[in-house]
């Protein structure tokens, strides 16, 4: 065993690499697919729902959250 493989006691410790990753991901994915119908919606000609601001709002939200939680304070 090296001397780089134990983290030194002094040391704070270290966070976890993809902090916030399980909100992005949906809440990119919901935006994503609610532009899609939105812009499909729009080309065939027919009207929108205003139910598609919910999953709009929702998907904002996590990803507003997910990236939130990936800031450092000091």
Same mark, same amino acid.
């Given at each position: 065993?090296?001397?780089?493989?134990?983290?030194?006691?002094?040391?704070? %410790? !270290?966070? *976890? *690499?993809?902090?916030?990753? #399980?909100?992005?991901? %949906?809440? !990119?994915?919901? /935006? $994503? #697919? /609610?532009?899609? /119908?939105?812009? /499909? $919606? #729009?080309?065939? @000609?027919? $009207?929108?729902?205003?139910?598609?601001?919910?999953?709009? #709002?929702? @998907?904002?939200?996590?990803?507003?959250?997910?990236?939130?939680?990936?800031?450092?304070?000091?």
């Amino acid at each position: 065993m090296e001397w780089s493989d134990e983290r030194p006691t002094w040391l704070p %410790p !270290i966070p *976890p *690499p993809h902090r916030g990753r #399980a909100r992005i991901v %949906p809440g !990119i994915l919901l /935006v $994503t #697919a /609610v532009m899609i /119908v939105v812009l /499909v $919606t #729009a080309f065939v @000609g027919g $009207t929108i729902s205003m139910y598609l601001w919910w999953p709009l #709002a929702g @998907g904002l939200l996590l990803l507003g959250s997910g990236l939130l939680s990936r800031r450092r304070l000091p």
